[in-house]
């Protein structure tokens, strides 16, 4: 049959499954936004407060779902504002489909008004993009890009279309979705031999988990894989959830804000099993003093990233739940009893502490894991807030911690919070921003309001740009280069004015009573908790150190040094 471009938009969204888009309209994306309306009730659209925050809701909702997540804009500054957003779910392997639409054909390349070459623009952030400019080709484009942002290695994809192809006509012919199917061609016998025989050598094993175990769904096969080598457990930022952070395997994150536990055991284990991670500069800190002493054994579904930062003795390359799946399968049960009990020794010599008198962020993270049980969706900004949030929640679960690990993106939190609210409706779903990220994106409380989406953005909120302001005391002489966020903006005022409950916490006694009447009100609610301005995020590696060297506030007193 003949259907309108806006109309094969629409049909094939709607081949894909998908049921909820966010974005924001304008000139050019009128067309489909108009068919979006007369489709109403088989997508749910949900119109953000800016592009951005349509591009994090969408990253949100994939992350916590599994799901691909969807987002629209208009041309020009609307497609740009997308982004951010889009090289935020890219650099994490999230599966994201944005659709944007261009000014007609005949109108390209001319400066027209809000005319961007956004394909131009995002071909270093996206896994593909494609510009439609025929009407006949727009179906086939469409379902190519929402299979390549979810098979291998997920990824960003973006769809332009121009809006002359939204109004021309072309056959549409409905089609099943290709189905995604674990990688495993590369899967050989060789590496598979190669791998069991370095466990079956090893006597101090160290299994390192990264997001590539939670985006494969294979926290449960880890689970098997760990008991049956018998060895402590350490994940990435994006790897939390992964192995459930209750294990007794368990020993925290890696890297620089890891814990003592994890880095001491990589320096001194003589196999690190690295498991669907890349080895980001921010865990191995100097590359040349990372696990001299070790094996690395790699398993990732991207060859690329094989021998990228840190040279490997063997690898396999595949889903990581195929080829736990066969190693499990295929390696004895092992005994390392002496050195998980040394471990545990390590655990007992540098426990994970912090001051459960004051109102600081260790407290609140550890209070809102303990009000919740756990079982929550824990959505978080970037910074000092982000990482007493990997150190203190204990995540069980995969797809519980939904952070931007690789850009590292200020503002974030909240429009994830919102994607993963709309996501998974039965869950509590808790924000945690500094107030630094907070007024980048805070403007999405009117989304949540409007809505009715409810969603708790809680504050860390310090006055100052924390993790920065913490590189500024400890390696730049205390030299505060506008790090000070002495003004006079009131959260709570602010967050009334867009039609949230807020709250405003300033004695820790305070802070439980108020996250439980929050999650009791099941409404957008914004909780601004007042912090020292100096709360630092210890352990820490300072850059380019081993990891071995991570060192906490009471090494630097001990040096007689202000922390």
């Keep these: 049959m003949q259907l309108t471009g806006s109309q094969i938009i629409i049909e094939c969204l709607k081949e894909q499954g998908v049921d909820t888009v966010f974005g924001y309209p304008g000139g050019a994306i009128l067309n489909v936004y108009d068919e979006l309306y007369k489709h109403s009730d088989e997508i749910t659209h949900y119109l953000t407060s800016h592009e951005q925050g349509a591009s994090h809701a969408a990253d949100g909702y994939a992350r916590s779902t599994g799901k691909v997540g969807v987002c629209m804009a208009t041309s020009g500054p609307g497609a740009t504002n997308l982004v951010t957003g889009i090289a935020t779910a890219n650099m994490d392997s999230v599966p994201l489909v944005a659709i944007t639409a261009n000014v007609g054909k005949a109108l390209l390349g001319k400066d027209s008004f809000q005319e961007v070459d956004i394909v131009g623009v995002t071909m270093p952030i996206t896994k593909h993009n494609y510009i439609v400019s025929d009407v006949n080709k727009l179906a086939d484009v469409l379902r190519e890009a929402f299979y390549v942002a979810q098979s291998g290695r997920p990824g960003a994809v973006l769809v332009d279309v121009t809006k002359d192809v939204t109004a021309n006509k072309a056959d549409y012919v409905r089609k099943e979705p290709k189905p995604i199917e674990r990688e495993s061609a590369n899967i050989t016998e060789e590496d598979i031999e190669s791998a069991v025989n370095l466990i079956k050598k090893s006597k101090k094993p160290f299994i390192f988990t990264g997001g590539g175990t939670v985006i494969s769904g294979a926290s449960d096969e880890l689970v098997e894989f760990a008991k049956k080598v018998d060895a402590p457990v350490c994940d990435s930022l994006m790897g939390k959830g992964g192995f459930p952070g209750t294990d007794k395997l368990y020993t925290g994150m890696l890297g620089m804000h890891g814990t003592k536990v994890s880095n001491m055991g990589v320096t001194e284990c003589d196999l690190l099993i690295a498991i669907g991670t890349r080895f980001s500069d921010r865990v191995i800190g100097n590359a040349k003093k990372f696990a001299k002493g070790a094996k690395i054994l790699h398993i990732d579904i991207d060859a690329a990233e094989v021998n990228k930062n840190i040279r490997t003795n063997a690898s396999i390359i595949g889903d990581v739940k195929e080829v736990l799946t066969i190693l499990n399968d295929r390696i004895p049960q092992c005994n390392h009893s002496e050195w998980l009990k040394h471990i545990e020794e390590l655990k007992e010599k540098y426990p994970t502490t912090f001051h459960e008198n004051d109102l600081n962020g260790p407290f609140i993270i550890d209070k809102?894991?303990?009000?919740?049980?756990?079982?929550?969706?824990?959505?978080?900004?970037?910074?000092?807030?982000?990482?007493?949030?990997?150190?203190?929640?204990?995540?069980?679960?995969?797809?519980?911690?939904?952070?931007?690990?690789?850009?590292?993106?200020?503002?974030?939190?909240?429009?994830?919070?919102?994607?993963?609210?709309?996501?998974?409706?039965?869950?509590?779903?808790?924000?945690?921003?500094?107030?630094?990220?907070?007024?980048?994106?805070?403007?999405?409380?009117?989304?949540?309001?409007?809505?009715?989406?409810?969603?708790?953005?809680?504050?860390?909120?310090?006055?100052?740009?924390?993790?920065?302001?913490?590189?500024?005391?400890?390696?730049?002489?205390?030299r505060y280069s506008y790090t000070t966020l002495n003004d006079q903006v009131d959260y709570v005022k602010l967050s009334e004015a867009m039609g949230a409950k807020a709250y405003r916490v300033t004695k820790p006694e305070e802070f439980e009573p108020v996250l439980k009447e929050a999650i009791s009100l099941n409404i957008p609610v914004v909780i601004d908790c007042q912090i020292g301005s100096d709360d630092k995020v210890f352990p820490m590696v300072a850059p380019n150190a081993p990891i071995s060297e991570a060192f906490g506030e009471e090494d630097l007193k001990a040096k007689g040094l202000d922390c």
């Excluded at 910074?383 to 974030?412: D, F, N, V």
Aim: hydrophobic share 40%; net charge positive; charged share 15%.
């Design 368 to 478: 809102i894991y303990e009000v919740t049980n756990g079982d929550a969706i824990i959505t978080t900004d970037v910074g000092q807030h982000q990482m007493w949030a990997a150190q203190y929640y204990k995540y069980t679960k995969p797809r519980t911690l939904i952070t931007s690990g690789g850009a590292g993106t200020m503002g974030y939190g909240l429009g994830a919070a919102i994607g993963s609210k709309v996501g998974n409706k039965d869950k509590i779903v808790i924000n945690i921003a500094g107030d630094g990220c907070f007024r980048m994106n805070m403007n999405e409380v009117a989304t949540a309001t409007r809505y009715n989406i409810p969603v708790i953005e809680i504050i860390v909120n310090n006055s100052v740009l924390g993790m920065v302001r913490q590189w500024q005391t400890l390696f730049y002489g205390k």
